[in-house]
């Protein structure tokens, strides 16, 4: 009796975090695709980020861009995720490999750009055209937006860094 319970209560909380993340992927901003280490660390490499500059990774997914940023260069990062069964990975990360970084559970959509140093996105092209309105809204002048495969909307790149074997393009913009 009781182990049917618990099986009937594993099956809820899985069937609520599968739902959840087939919703994020239908009406956020595209499916989880982890970016793999060697391409997160090229993309930081070229964000030029300096200690203590805000970096805010939208659909941050696991937290890879967050915790490098933080780690390797010593910036406030903070990650925004909505499908809540990556972000239980993340927060996992965060705690078993100490992982670094904030990482905040909502959609970035919510929240105020306006301090952002840095700018990191890899979303599909027609989330990152819808989200380019936020961003000319929002953006301080001076504020860089990398994004990981995929151009922005209809702004010009400052500078395109060309892929590398398996490391996508990198598009750089400056606000």
Not at 115 to 135: R, S, V, W
Not at 160 to 173: A, L, M, N, W
Request: with cysteine; charged share 25%; aromatic share 14%.
């Amino acid at each position: 009796m009781i182990l049917g319970l618990i099986i009937l209560v594993v099956i809820i909380f899985a069937s609520f975090f599968t739902a959840m993340s087939l919703y994020v992927t239908i009406f956020g901003g595209g499916p989880f695709v982890p970016t793999p280490i060697p391409s997160v660390k090229e993309v930081l490499k070229h964000a030029k980020i300096k200690k203590g500059q805000k970096v805010y990774d939208i659909g941050a997914g696991d937290g890879r861009f967050v915790h490098y940023a933080t780690k390797d260069y010593g910036a406030n990062a903070v990650g925004f995720e909505m499908d809540p069964f990556v972000f239980l990975i993340a927060k996992i990360r965060q705690i078993f490999w100490k992982w670094q970084g904030k990482m905040i559970r909502s959609d970035f959509q919510k929240h105020s750009l306006c301090d952002a140093d840095h700018i990191i996105c890899y979303m599909m092209p027609k989330t990152l055209a819808k989200f380019q309105k936020k961003f000319d809204r929002e953006l301080k002048k001076g504020t860089k937006v990398i994004s990981y495969a995929f151009h922005i909307g209809d702004w010009e790149p400052t500078k395109v860094i060309p892929k590398q074997g398996k490391i996508s393009k990198i598009f750089i913009y400056h606000r």
